[in-house]
Structure formats: C-alpha cells, structure tokens
C-alpha cells in the first residue's frame, strides 16, 4: 500500500527547508546535540501551536502518541526535560531567521496587485507569569513581553515582527523597523515622535496616525467638507517649530488635520502628510488598522499564545516566533488549494486532522471507505 503523508507534512512543505538549514549551521544550533535536533525542535513546537498544546507534558504526550506518524515528517517524541531545556537554550535566531523568510516568501504569494503598499504597525502586549521576573518586570505583580509588527492587510500576513519586554516603548522599536520608500504606513498614538515621522516623511512614505488632543496646529488652509457626514473639518498647517525643552522640531513639512466622528460619537483628529488626496480617503485609510487588532486577536486566540510552555525570555521568544510561523503556513496552504473557509474555520479543521493520513486538500471531502462484506464478495467470485 502506497504511504500517504500526515496534514501536518503538507504544511511544512512550506518552510523554506534550505535556509531552515543554513541558518542552522551558520549558528551552530546543532552543534554538541545528540537527540533533539534544531529541525526535530522546530517540528515539536510546531506541532504544539497548530494543535493547541497548551503544556510541555500535552507536547509529550500527543507527540509521543503519534510517534510513527512522524518518521516521515522527520520528528520525533521527545523528552519533556529534553524538550524544556532546548527551549531554554536554544538560539531563537534560526526560527526568527526563517519567520523572515517565510513572511517574505507569504507576501509575494498572497499579495493582491494593488496601486500602492499600505502597511499597518502596532504592537500587542503578551501577559506573562511571575516566574518571567527576572527579564520581564513591568511593574509591581505584572510581567510581560511584546510583539512589534508591519502588517499587510491586503496579503493578511505580516511583514516583519520583533520581540521585546513589555518596558520597551513602541517608537523605540519602530525605530529599528526597515521602512519601505513611497510606502503608506498607518499607526497609532504608541509612535508619537516627531523625528520618526520625518525620516518617514524623508523616504517619500504617506503617514496616517492620530494628533494628540494637546498638540496645536498652525492652520495656513482650511478645506470644505461635505456638510452632514463624518468629516468634520480638513484643514492644512504645521506642527510647532519647538518641543520640549525648547528643541526644534524636525518635522517642518505641512500636514493634513482631518477631524472625524466615529460611530461611538468620539472625534478622532487624523494627521497625515498627504494633501492631495481627499479628506474620506484619509479617514479610510486610519480605520483600515483595525484589520491589525483583527491579527493579534486571531493569533492569540487560536495559536494559544496566552498560556507559555517556559518561563525563560528565550523560551518566550521561541514560542511567539513558531506561532507567527504557524500563522503563516496556514494562510499559504489556505491560499495553495483556494479554500473558501474562513481563516478560523480552516485552522479549526486543520488542528482536528493534523496527524491524520490526508491531504489538505481532501480535509472537506469524506474519507474512502472499503465496501461492506468485501470478504464475502470476493469469495463469491473466486474460481472453483
């Protein structure tokens, strides 16, 4: 009987293999390791995400479970010691070097042609335990880490990630973030810094954030708006020459102040460096980084990233590193086979068959079955 691959082997065709293996040797991940190799880590952790292992023991078991399922696939059951300590020790740069190349391997493929890039940038916080102490203090009784993400709408996947402690402020890890020329980037209140917006204003990009309430706006324009909708103004002007301290500002360019009323009756003043395209677009393009809220939600609520297998900031970057990736090779294996289930739907199916012997493609499609009494109707049809 010809062998017929797991659902989880039809997702790791995916991984991009030979830079999995390259950054393996340039870190010299695998060096003095005897059983559990980076690949066979990466596959255990893997596993735990997509079918929602919430522990090291549930990783043990449901893999110890499945043992001869994973020949093929190239893993194997683990130790739970064994498992806890690679988590522990383990570089997070080879898992972290192939998140990036899978996020960019998943944009070329899902990206739909559009005009122009539009990129949303946020970050999610990540509660943790007491036991993270000692590198995730936040504050008295509250520990944490963050995630800092660019994040296409328009291919439903992101475009880079980075881990941090909870402390670390978001405009200091944009800062680090590559930025795309004459790309639109759409962000909150967490990346109010005059400079930034500067060099991003500098690299030819579109800006669509949020004014504070307190900062004043030297108006040199004011625009008409439609009398009874949600704009409530558009107006041309710029930012104060100084700021605290009495420094310059670096930011001297023009900007766009388009007032809005939301529908919990809120008037948000949007900003932007645009002032050619109109006030409705503007307020379009603010409200597209909901889809970015939508991500971090789905990501945490399906990966099962709420709840961490290590307490150590290496085992927590490991974790948050192999959801993003899970992430991913659901969206390209959703995308490979045209499925029409939703996003959620499709993991769900995916998570209940994920050691099954089927092709994903087949997961909607009921399993063959032999006919009844086969036994009888052979023997009827045998010769005397």
Not at 204 to 225: D, H, M, Q, W, Y
């Amino acid at each position: 009987m010809r062998h017929q691959n797991i659902v989880l082997h039809d997702l790791v065709k995916h991984v991009p293999w030979a830079r999995f293996e390259a950054l393996t040797k340039e870190h010299g991940a695998d060096d003095d390791v005897r059983r559990l190799t980076t690949k066979r880590h990466f596959l255990a952790m893997l596993y735990s995400q997509l079918a929602g292992a919430s522990s090291l023991r549930e990783i043990v078991v449901g893999l110890a479970s499945h043992s001869a399922r994973l020949y093929h696939l190239g893993g194997v059951a683990v130790k739970r010691s064994t498992l806890a300590e690679a988590n522990r020790r383990r570089t997070p740069a080879v898992f972290g070097g192939v998140l990036a190349a899978l996020m960019a391997q998943a944009h070329r493929g899902l990206r739909r042609a559009m005009a122009e890039s539009v990129y949303l940038i946020d970050a999610t916080v990540v509660p943790l335990n007491g036991l993270s102490a000692d590198w995730a203090h936040f504050s008295t009784g509250v520990c944490g880490a963050k995630a800092h993400v660019i994040y296409d709408p328009a291919a439903d996947c992101p475009l880079y990630a980075s881990v941090t402690t909870r402390a670390v402020n978001d405009i200091t890890a944009a800062q680090a973030m590559p930025i795309e020329p004459g790309a639109t980037y759409v962000f909150d209140l967490g990346y109010y810094d005059f400079a930034w917006w500067a060099a991003l204003h500098d690299a030819g990009c579109r800006i669509v954030t949020r004014f504070k309430s307190n900062t004043p706006l030297t108006v040199i324009e004011t625009r008409a708006v439609p009398a009874h909708g949600v704009i409530l103004s558009d107006r041309v002007g710029y930012l104060p020459k100084r700021q605290a301290s009495n420094r310059k500002n670096p930011f001297g360019a023009a900007l766009r102040e388009v007032r809005v009323r939301i529908e919990t009756g809120k008037v948000l003043r949007i900003l932007s460096n645009d002032l050619t395209a109109s006030a409705q677009e503007i307020a379009d393009l603010y409200k597209r980084r909901w889809a970015i809220e939508l991500f971090f939600r789905w990501v945490k609520q399906t990966l099962k990233i709420k709840k961490f297998v290590g307490t150590s900031e290496n085992a927590v970057r490991l974790q948050i590193t192999v959801a993003l990736i899970a992430f991913l090779l659901l969206r390209l294996a959703q995308a490979a086979q045209k499925s029409p289930l939703a996003p959620l739907s499709f993991a769900r199916l995916v998570r209940l068959n994920l050691m099954h012997r089927r092709r994903i493609d087949q997961l909607l499609q009921p399993e063959a079955r032999p006919p009844k009494n086969t036994a009888q109707i052979e023997f009827q049809w045998a010769p005397a």
